[in-house]
């Protein structure tokens, strides 16, 4: 199975700030790679799918990069409503599987 | 608008089973491949199982094989989890997902929670 590793665990900044997220896969999953961002009490949201297209309706502020096993989520310029924590997901190969999270909090 | 709402979860007691259901309703139930993926409390989601358009093709996490059933009943609109030979490790909250393009998730419900202790 394809493993995700998410870092950093935690990411804390000020509002309007730059976030930049970090997912490594194991092997390469070409560009199979979705991001989802999950608030406390919540379903995963989809944000990015296939590593640099936004979902229906996610705000320009969010983008992904990234092919083979290196992969960026930026969140250009942080909002308040930000606060959540943000899974990467692979398609490449069954099973899907999901990386460990990072966390972003809003000072 | 596009809804999943999950039922079914509950307590039960190891070895025992549950059927968890998935009412969907906002959009063409048969044109969608569909999945449940589950969400230990504090952990990482984890997918589960899928099931295709027509329900022929079927799919599931090594950890579940041979003890949970996906079905779907497309005259109902409804997504089915048979869990049988449930253990401690299978408590979490379970959801069920629509598929997007393929094999990511677009739409989910609220989820149901499943704890399975003595």
């Known amino acids: 199975e394809i493993v995700l590793t998410q870092s950093p665990a935690t990411l804390s900044l000020s509002p309007g700030e730059r976030a930049t997220l970090s997912c490594r896969a194991s092997?390469?999953?070409?560009?199979?790679l979705a991001w989802y961002q999950q608030k406390v009490g919540q379903a995963p949201r989809l944000l990015i799918y296939d590593a640099s297209k936004r979902a229906t309706g996610i705000p320009a502020r969010f983008s992904g990069s990234g092919a083979g096993t290196d992969f960026i989520l930026t969140i250009s310029s942080l909002e308040p409503e930000d606060s959540a924590v943000y899974y990467c997901?692979?398609?490449?190969?069954?099973?899907?599987?999901f990386g460990g999270g990072t966390k972003v909090e809003i000072k | 608008q596009v809804q999943l709402v999950e039922s079914g979860g509950g307590v039960v007691q190891p070895g025992r089973s549950l059927r968890l259901s998935c009412a969907v309703s906002g959009f063409t139930f048969s044109s969608y491949a569909l999945h449940w993926v589950r969400q230990a409390p504090g952990e990482r989601p984890e997918w589960v199982a899928f099931i295709s358009l027509d329900g022929s093709g079927k799919s599931y996490a090594d950890s579940v094989k041979g003890r949970f059933t996906i079905s779907r009943d497309n005259s109902k609109n409804t997504l089915y989890l048979q869990v049988n030979s449930l253990r401690a490790e299978d408590t979490a909250v379970y959801f069920c997902?629509?598929?997007?393009?393929?094999?990511?998730?677009?739409?989910w419900g609220q989820g149901t929670l499943v704890a399975v202790s003595s």
């Open positions: 092997q390469s999953v070409s560009i199979y």
């Open positions: 997901q692979h398609r490449a190969v069954w099973p899907l599987t």
């Open positions: 997902a629509r598929e997007w393009s393929p094999h990511y998730f677009d739409y």
